[in-house]
Nanobody, 116 residues
Framework: QVQLVESGGGLVQAGGSLRLSCAAS????????MGWYRQAPGKQRELVAV???????NYVDSVKGRFTITRDNAKNTVYLQMNSLKPEDTAVYYC??????????WGQGTQVTVSS
């Protein structure tokens, strides 16, 4: 079993920054990719950023240039540095882990609220 523990959410004013962390533990031998999704009220969950085992990254267009995803492979931890936050970034952010087998896991979610 794999557990994902997220931290770093909170309330910030527009233009501010937050850093999310997600630590994976359990029976992990290798990880295909780790990433962050978000879900705002009344909207579908969307991919925000992902980093693969090879270090490739991908971002949704709305956060390019503002968010940076990084990964510490030794610690099975992924980070999301969020700068220049906007009210439209307000959502519950979920950590996601994809194993080479295709199995995937979700974190419990952390609330990010950006006030205008």
């Amino acid at each position: 079993q794999v557990q994902l523990v997220e931290s770093g959410g909170g309330l910030v004013q527009a233009g501010g920054s937050l850093r999310l962390s997600c630590a994976a533990s359990g029976s992990i031998f290798s990880v295909k990719a780790m990433g962050w999704y978000r879900q705002a009220p009344g909207k579908q969950r969307e991919l925000v950023a992902v980093v693969t085992d090879g270090g490739s990254t991908n971002y949704v267009d709305s956060v390019k240039g503002r968010f940076t995803i990084t990964r510490d492979n030794a610690k099975n931890t992924v980070y999301l540095q969020m700068n220049s936050l906007k009210p439209e970034d307000t959502a519950v952010y979920y950590c996601h882990l994809l194993l080479p087998s295709g199995y995937f896991y979700w974190g419990q979610g952390t609330q990010v609220t950006v006030s205008s």
